[in-house]
């Protein structure tokens, strides 16, 4: 079992930064994917990013690449998301997951962050 919470959500202006972070125990975080969902009001979960056990592979949305990274501190247990260049379509809560070891899909789910982009 894996347990998730994330923090650094809140209320920035279109065209801040925020940094979301994710700090995983209960178990080993090796070998495990993590990544990063959102979700707006009246809207699907949606992708935003992930990153392989080694950090050495990621993947983005769309929408995101180019202004978020995800990065990792596997020492710390800790997944992060960096935000740039926030556009009010990035408002949403936003999710920490995580694979179980050498999993595929998500199985773990954080409690989600509020993240607001006011124009």
């Known amino acids: 079992q894996v347990q998730l919470v994330e923090s650094g959500g809140g209320l920035v202006q279109a065209g801040g930064s925020l940094r979301l972070s994710c700090a995983a125990s209960?178990?080993?975080?090796?070998?495990?994917?993590m990544g990063w969902f959102r979700q707006a009001p009246g809207k699907k979960r949606e992708f935003v990013a992930d990153i392989n056990w080694t950090g050495v592979r990621t993947s983005y949305a769309d929408s995101v690449k180019g202004r978020f990274t995800i990065s990792r501190d596997n020492a710390a247990n800790t997944v992060y998301l960096q935000m740039n260049s926030l556009e009010s379509e990035d408002t949403a809560v936003y999710y920490c997951?995580?694979?179980?070891?050498?999993?595929?899909?998500?199985?773990?789910w954080g409690q989600g962050t509020q993240v607001t982009v006011s124009s």
């Open positions: 209960g178990r080993t975080f090796s070998g495990i994917t």
């Open positions: 997951a995580a694979t179980r070891v050498g999993g595929s899909s998500f199985n773990y």
